[in-house]
């Protein structure tokens, strides 16, 4: 499924020495994951999210307050599986081959883990994988996700196979639509989930004088069918102030705001409006694309 991100030619990551045939070389980190991203794809030394950041993120998943929206993501998936297996349009659904997975700006992995995990418990088989352009993140990943198999890479040029992946995954990143729809398989599946109006509002009433709403990007997707489409929300009550700087970390007022403002905004914050958007979107079959 993976490709040489200079030359395109299929890649294995399992080989050694990982060499694609016009011999561009790629090495493969002791926790498992491989670097594809060329230095002159970089636009920085150390591009993506810091590492303090990275690890505040995976804190903060340790803790399962997020637990609701990773359960809101496979059902919406496992529901769509059934309903694709009834009507006979979902590659691989009936097949052999396991589902492949794929997270674009999967951060420390965890989003894609839930997603893996969840399936396999229905009783599927699945093959996950991820990229994230930070290392640190991948890093972390890999080392957490032995099973998955993690690449440093940019969501723009994703390193991976055209029509290869049954379900693609992008949380709370940026990404291309051209490359979801270049690498998915027919009447496959791309979530997105991103903030939704009062995401952590309350958070910002005290950060801002005059906190503003997230705004909503309901615009449709050149060669994609919207097939769900909805905010969901649940509170978070913190349990001690720990909790609440948990989540405070993995934002970035955490690492803007003077410490005093901090620990006032700990002392205080009783709880959040966690609001996502959610859409899932479904790749259009080749013929109705050429009809557009």
Sequence with gaps: MWQCPLCKSPIQLNSTPIRCINNHSFDKAKSGYVNLLPVQFKKSKLPGDDKDMVKARREFHQLNTYKPLKEKMLSLVENFLVQSEKASDFSNVNSKQPLSIYDAGCGEGSYLDAMVQGLSCSGHSVKGAGSDIAKIAVELAAKAYKETQFVVASSFELPVQDNTQNVVMQVFAPGSNDEYLRVLKEQGILITVDPAPNHLY???????????????????????????????????????????????????????????????????????????????????????????
Aim: charge should be neutral.
């Design 202 to 292: 309350e958070l910002k009433q005290q950060v801002y004088d005059n906190a503003r709403q997230h705004q909503i990007n309901e615009k449709p997707r050149d060669g994609f069918t919207r097939v769900h489409n909805e905010c969901f929300s649940f509170p978070i009550h913190f349990e001690n102030t720990e909790h609440a700087l948990a989540l405070i970390k993995m934002t970035p007022f955490y690492w803007k705001l003077p410490q005093g403002k901090i620990d006032a905004i700990v002392a205080s914050l009783g709880h959040v409006t966690a609001d996502f958007h959610i859409q899932m979107w479904k790749k259009s079959s080749s013929d109705s694309i050429a009809g557009q």
